[in-house]
Structures are given as C-alpha cells and as structure tokens.
C-alpha cells in the first residue's frame, strides 16, 4: 500500500539512470560537539530551501611552512576545524610555499579561547614558522551532511527521532520513521536524495510485516511516485533484481547469506576452503543437494547454484518471488542448478518425502514462523535421507543465558522430539540483534531418527504454513517453561 507525495512534488529530484548497485545499510554521520564550532541555527520550516544554509564563520587559523604540515596536523589533530566536507588545509594563491590550517575556535570566542598548545607553539616556533592568523568558512548546503541539515530543520525536541540509519537496496533507500518526525517526512526523504547520489527513491515503512509473503506497506517521501519499485543489487558477487514492494528482501542479511552459503559449499567464511573432515554435514560441491524451503528470490538458492555449482530445490509461495527467483537464475546462468517450486513450505517438505527426493541441506529462512514449519518432517525415512537443516528463528524477551535453551525449546516442540548436540548435530549461530530482547538466530542440526515413528502432519489443518486458530507469530519465551 503506497501514499502520495505529490504534495511535495516541488522538492523530488529528477530519477537518474544507475547501474547495478549493491545492497547496504548505510549510518547517517552524527557531527561530535568538536567537529561543529558553533550550535547549528535552527529553521523551522514546511520546505526545503538550500539557500537557507549559506553562511560564513571566521576561524582562527595558523599560518605555516608547508614542510610542516604533516607534523602539526598530527600533533594538533583534536584541535583542527574537522568539518565533513570541509578542508583542515589551504593553500594562500600568493604563497604557494605556505599553508593555511584551520583551526575550530572562532574568532568570535577571542584568542583567549585558544588551546594553551596552540599559544606555545607559535611562542616556540623560530623565525616565525608558525603565525597565528585567521580564515573564513563558507558553507552551503551542499556542504553539510545528512544530521546537520535534518537538525536545523527539525526541532531540537524531536531530533533523537531522527534516523541514524537507512538501508539501501539498488536505487531504494528504506527507512522507517518514527511518529514523532513524520511531519518532515518529505523534508528527511529529500535530504537523503539530495546526498546519496546513488539513491532515487526514498520508502517509508509505514505498517507491520503483517502478509504470508512477508512485505510491509509503504510510502513514497522522495523521488517519483510511479509504483515502480524493481531494482537491480549485487550480494556476494551474484547479480539479483526484485521489486521491493512486492517481494521480501532484507540487506541486514547479507553476511548471513555468505556464511551459510559457504558453509554448505564447504567453504571458510571469507574464502579458504575447509577440509571436508572439519565439518561432517558439508558434502562435495559437485553432488551436493539443497533444498531451499522458504527461497525468496534466492539470496541462498542464487549464489550456491551460480558461484559453487550446487544443485538447489528452491522453494517460494509468493508467487512473485517465484518469478524473479527464476528470473535471477537466468540472469546469473544457473538455470540447471537451480529448480524453482511455488509451493506452501511444508507441501513442498512432504513432495520431497513423497517423492523420496534426497537432499543434503534444507534452508528455512523465515524467521517469524520458519521453526513451526519442522513439523513437516514427521514421519521422515530418516534412513533413507538425513539432511542438516538450517531453520532461522527469533527469541523474545529471553536472558542472555536462555536464548540458545529457548530456540532449541521452539525447534523440539515443531519437531515432536528431541534434539541431541552428540547424535544430532545441534547448534546455533547470532545472526544479529533485531531488536532488544529479540535475537535472530540459525538453528543447525541433522533430522533426528525419532522423526520416523511421528505420524505426518495433514496439510488440511493448515493455511500459508500456519495452523489454523494458531497465532502468525514467533511466541514470547516468557510466557513458556522448558520441560
């Protein structure tokens, strides 16, 4: 669901053609009290006017030989201007033998304000190397960085509210405001285009992960407003294209995907390959089988058919998924790796078994719901194909020390019995910090052999992998006890 910005149409830039980009998150720089010589003059305004931000200060500066600019710029560092996007040191066009070096005291402040070190070292300096002199500052808007716009535009009471962050997929930058500085929506959407030239389209969130095809609702604040939100990114070397809008994708993720995938490829994280005795559950790159339970557009399926030649059974219920998986495939020629299904997550499970497909890995990356989906496997022939599956999961409001006994707890319960670190392989890995008291984890162990003697689920009990009656949401641990 999109909302206009037409209302705001005289402040959106023109979209610029770009070529693939990568996926980031990309932190807004915060300016230290040191690196702003004085307290930024506030605007309170409805638009943005760059011509607001035009001004000149006059800084205390000290005149050199240039032969001793490395040596006072590393001695003085702390003392120096050391605003973004403005230079420390200047050449005078009449001495070219000399340099100018800024200081961040004001002129305005008066010398007494001047650092005792500054003063000695002038008194110190012979034959008048060092003299004290002054500069003058221009700054325009372009000049500033993202806070320092956002912080003269929006009130000083609102301004904690301002994003740190954003996250950059292709040509998309997302971010998700909070309440309090959606009156500027527009203005933060446009300062963002204006200082990222890569980005065209600025996204709001405005609504919950809510849909069976995990997406959330969004609003255009900047760029055109033209319901196109495909784009084209680079992860890991494997070229993906999506629409942001329609299919779930998430770049916080994107060093999950490298060290999952190399860890099924047989791969040290970072390049080195392992020897095959090091980790019992990674087989041979040229007869390794995956399944791809819940495969978006293949961040996993993608750059384990492409880069390592792994066959993957890769599995989507959103139809639009399921479409620019294949359509990834393509572009990244690895069609005969990579076999693309359209199926809910635990027909596909049971298509496997039914078939008596064999598989070596099984991916389950939906971390809100992907461990109630373990039930699939009951009643698998465990003897005739034993996979390591690697199930995504988050833990709420858990200690520190229960996280790992929690997520355990949510596997064994989906499962129907028990899970063993001798005999099943059990562990677990720290993808990232969603939230306070809300870790996303990677559950990896082998089916375990009691899963032969559980009867199967029927799929009839069940829509979109969720059971009938049966809340669409990871439980909160607080309100459980192990067993």
């Not at 070229?239 to 860890?263: A, I, M, T």
């Not at 690697?390 to 019995?417: M, P, S, T, W």
Request: with cysteine.
């Amino acid at each position: 669901m999109l909302r206009s910005a037409a209302a705001f149409q005289n402040l959106i830039l023109s979209p610029r053609l770009l070529p693939i980009l990568p996926t980031t998150t990309t932190t807004i720089s915060r300016m230290s009290s040191s690196s702003e010589s004085s307290p930024p003059v506030f605007h309170p305004v409805s638009s943005l006017d760059p011509d607001m931000f035009k001004e000149e200060e006059e800084h205390y500066a000290l005149t050199i030989k240039k032969q001793l600019t490395g040596k006072i710029m590393s001695s003085y560092k702390q003392l120096l201007l050391n605003k973004p996007k403005v230079r420390n040191v200047h050449t005078p066009a009449s001495s070219p033998d000399l340099r100018v070096i800024v200081l961040s005291t004001l002129t305005s402040q008066g010398a007494a304000s001047l650092d005792p070190s500054i003063s000695k070292l002038i008194s110190d300096s012979p034959d008048d190397d060092v003299k004290l002199s002054t500069h003058t500052v221009a700054s325009t808007y372009s000049d500033m960085t993202v806070d320092s716009v956002l912080r003269r535009v929006i009130p000083e009471s609102v301004t904690t509210e301002i994003p740190s962050s954003f996250e950059s997929v292709g040509h998309i930058a997302h971010v998700n405001l909070r309440e309090n500085v959606l009156p500027w929506k527009f203005i933060i959407g446009k300062v963002l285009l204006d200082k990222n030239h890569h980005i065209t389209k600025v996204v709001n969130k405005v609504g919950q992960i809510s849909t069976e095809f995990r997406t959330f609702p969004m609003e255009v604040i900047a760029g055109p407003d033209d319901n196109n939100f495909e784009v084209k990114l680079k992860e890991g070397g494997v070229q993906f294209c999506l629409d942001f809008e329609k299919v779930y994708w998430n770049s916080k993720l994107q060093y999950e995907h490298r060290r999952l995938v190399d860890r099924i490829a047989g791969v040290e994280h970072g390049g080195a390959h392992k020897k095959s005795e090091k980790r019992g559950d990674v087989a041979s790159s040229n007869s390794t089988v995956v399944a791809d339970v819940m495969a978006g557009i293949g961040p996993f399926a993608i750059p384990l058919g492409a880069t390592h030649k792994i066959k993957v059974l890769a599995n989507d219920l959103n139809p639009v998924s399921f479409e620019y998986l294949k359509k990834n495939a393509k572009i990244n020629k690895c069609e005969k790796h990579v076999e693309p299904y359209n199926m809910d997550g635990r027909a596909f499970i049971h298509k496997l078994g039914s078939e008596k497909t064999k598989f070596d890995h099984a991916i389950m990356n939906l971390p809100a719901i992907a461990v109630e989906f373990l039930d699939a496997f009951r009643g698998w022939d465990v003897e005739y194909c034993r996979p390591t599956v690697h199930v995504h999961c988050f833990v709420k409001n858990a200690e520190d020390d229960e996280v790992v006994d929690f997520a355990k707890e949510r596997c064994v319960n989906a499962l129907g019995c028990k899970l063993s670190v001798e005999e099943d392989g059990f562990e677990t890995h720290l993808v990232r910090d969603v939230a306070p008291k809300k870790p996303m984890l990677c559950v990896s162990f082998k089916l375990p052999h009691e899963l032969a003697k559980l009867e199967k689920v029927d799929l009839s009990n069940y829509k979109f992998g969720i059971r009938k009656g049966a809340e669409n949401d990871e439980p909160d641990v607080k309100r459980r006890k192990l067993n």
